[in-house]
């Protein structure tokens, strides 16, 4: 091979190469982008879904009810500052679950007083 | 006679005769001649009987150093002691006239005694006067007259010179013949026989190639004992015997080759092999020992570099190894001995069949053998490179003590293609539905014969309705080899949120894959599975579909619970000694089994009806009235199902009772037809209910899908109000491209909505044509009056060409449209409503239902939120692995 054709194979390959790794770099900022804005979008839904806590707390008269309600709204709240600040993780994602737990523990409570009333 | 008349004192001796002086010399020169020749002869006999004693003894067996040794001090001492012995005592001892007169007298006394005494005569000193010497001289005459007629030499003793003389001769003409005739046997005894004490072997006629003068055989094996003939050997004898200690003999015939080949059969004790070949005799020491064997063996594996394994040791206990093309196979073997040598024997065989891809010829190479390297007891066997073909290692080996190893190891090296690697999706069904923002979690799993590089889904959309949007097509890594130390199985959670990845309502399909560490190996894909990705209304449609099916069971149900009923009517009315007999007893049996069986069908009803609350509750538009009506028609399902009915199924039990008389009996089949009656009035009124709620969910779903294209009209407008100062007036291609791009937007916005409201109008000709309500056949007359959907697909091309403030009036005109027919279709439902819910009334129970509704709905969708929650986690963390391939 004469050494003119080996230049230019070789500046093709590693221009390949290159664009491979581009194309690798775009694709993880274009997902990262998505993580970003779906993250954003979560802590807007679950900035709504701790105002419909507070709206509930309001029509309630039992105290633990309000209590446990009120719990949920305050994690509600850490976990839309986290999602807020693009954090998914571990944390975020138990924050979660407990809010759930809570909500559960909450309907248990209401309807053990309609029950017993 | 002067001379002697001068001395007269001095004695005077008379000579002996001259005759007899004579006759006495000569008799002693023939002694002495006689007894020195017989002193040589008998020396040199010595000599030459010992040498032909050492001679003869080698021919017979290898004689000792010793023996020939003495046998030499034999045959000298007969010159070194006797001759001398031999002439003192005959030629010393016989050399006066004395001692010749009495060897003489042994053999003739009476003249020896007279020779003696005229020897006595001629030795007498006395005086002259005393002894006559005249005397004495006419004595010795007379004596020497008288032995002059004897012959002295017969008075010899007998003489053997002429026996040894010819002894001599025969042993010399023995030893000379062994030195002409057989020249190398006789110089080889003479050399022994010289020097006994030097290490010159014995000659033998028949004359063996060197060898060993010990052996060591396999242990209780038979085994061959091969002896060479030299090719200088001057016999060679056509048998040969060998003798195994005390053993009978073993023969064997010379063969062509000029060996000797002596079979002996397997031997334990240690001995000697005695053997006879001509004259040649040998000794060998046998020495019985097991053979060595292999106490252990493995194979170190090399993979190909591309499979990035580290070398893997395997301990051979099988005759099979598979192994990947393109591996190396080193092998190590320890020994119950140290090992002299070992080799190996790598014979290919032909192709596999299970290898059609090879490009290696169909035809095995020939088999190489290559020596091993080994050290004390261990053999190490070099790096074998497995291709195509299978290959049969065959592993010998010798200890130190010459013996070959116990069976020869044969190991085959199967060479094994690297797989595709596998991939199941796991814990979904294969088809599902979905809302665009719910999240359905499934397990990936893939599985590889050398290890899973990588493991992740890829999807691909397609659209159900005509639109220009592009479907959905795309992929997320899950999972590394990195992430795990079982590189044979990978599997990861999926936590799959369209709304996560920017996935619109559409049908996926999803398939997972797989990757594996072949060089340009493609990915290996699961069955695809199938996700139905709906819009809010085509959810809220599915689950109008699911509430038909149920309502339809539960209309079935209560068939059953009714002929049940009558059934058992039936029986009450038999006289009260019937009821308990074994007829009745049977149908009440089966009236019971039929009441269990209806009670399992209605938990599992209440079950479903749960599952649609709970989509009910996650699709999120389905009004609270209609909610309310699911979660009471649900929670009369499972008092019926859990209270209720088994409360039927218990007293029909107890009317079966034995122990009970005919009144109890049927007393407790009244106490049950009674509550069944209670039964199927609840049942009438759950069903009522659902239907209720089932005409208030379709209505509703048309209610606000009109709803929501008016909403979608209102922000079509909405945007080009906002963007009108800058394209208003303008060409589509004067436009900022920012502007281009939003019209464009619009543009396919107006184009879904279009599509949407056609749907509609579609779904309500279907529904009409099932409930007949007057109402949505107006609202469809209306609607296909109005041409709503030509007239926004034509709003559609005033928005792509800009006509902004037309479209605008157009997007408010037919938004405020849509609102009317919503209205016009809720106003009817209000009334029902009324109707339906009349029953209930408000009260605390109205209270309760709509905080669990809240609830419900609250708890959903914070699933909702954490599943997404886990699937942005997900997208996160798979975007480190693209970082980092």
Sequence with gaps: ?117 | MAADSSSPSKPKQTPLPESLKEQLTGFRSQLWKIKVAEAVLCGFFGLLASYLVVFGLDRVWATPATVRLAVLIGGTSLFVFFAPYWIHRWVFGHRREDQLARLIARRFPKLGDRLLGVVELQRQNEAEELLSPELRAAAMKNVAKEAKGRDFVQALPASRHRSWSLAVLATFAVAGAALVFVPKAGLNALKRWIMPLSDTPRYTFTRLEDFSKHMVVPYGESFDLALKLRDDSDNRPPLGTARYGAQPAVESALDDSGLYVFSFPGQQAQDFITIHIGDARHRISVEPTLRPTVESLSAVVTYPEYLELPEKRIDLRAGVLPVVVDSTVGLEATASRELQSASLVNRPLPLHEGLPDSEASPEPPPPSESSLRVHKRKLFAPAIPVTAHPAELTLSWTDVLGLEGAGRFRLRVDPVVDQAPSVYIQGIDRQRVMLEEETVEFDVLGEDDFGVKRIGIEWRGQFTKPTDETPANGELALADSGDTSDLQRLSEEVAFSPSTLGISPQKLIIRAYAEDFRPDGPRAYSDPITIFILTRDEHAQLLKNTFDGIIGELEDAARREQNNFDENQRLERLEDPKLQEDEARDRLQQQEAAEAENTERMQDLARRMEELLKDAVRNGEIDKETMTKIARAMQKMQELGNQDMPEVEQSLRDSQDQRSTPDQSKKDLQEAIEKQKDVLEKMQETIEEANEANRNFEASTFINRLKRAASEEDSIAAALIDSINSIIGMSVEGLDPADQRLIGELSMQQRRTASDVRWIQEDLGHFYARTQKEIHKELLTEMQASHVDTALDDNRERIAENQSYKSIAICKQWAEQLREWAAKLEGPKDGGGGGGGGGGGAGPNDDDFEFMLKVMRMIQKEQDIRSRTRALEQLRRSLGQIATP
Excluded at chain 1, 47 to 57: C, F, M, P
Excluded at chain 1, 61 to 89: H, N, P, Q, R, Y
Aim: overall charge negative.
């Design chain 1, 1 to 117: 091979m004469r050494p003119g054709i080996k230049i230019i194979t070789a500046a093709l390959l590693a221009a390949a190469m290159a664009g491979v790794g581009i194309a690798d770099e775009e694709a993880a900022k274009e997902g990262l982008k998505k993580h970003e804005v779906g993250s954003q979008k979560l802590a807007g839904e679950q900035d709504e879904l701790s105002a419909d806590v507070q709206d509930l707390i309001e029509e309630q008269t039992a105290e633990d009810v309000i209590g446990l309600l009120e719990e949920v709204e305050e994690i509600m709240a850490e976990v839309t500052t986290s999602l807020d600040t693009f954090d998914t993780g571990g944390p975020t994602i138990a924050a979660e679950t407990e809010i759930i737990e809570k909500i559960f523990e909450a309907a248990r409570k209401r309807s053990q007083q309609s029950g017993g009333t």
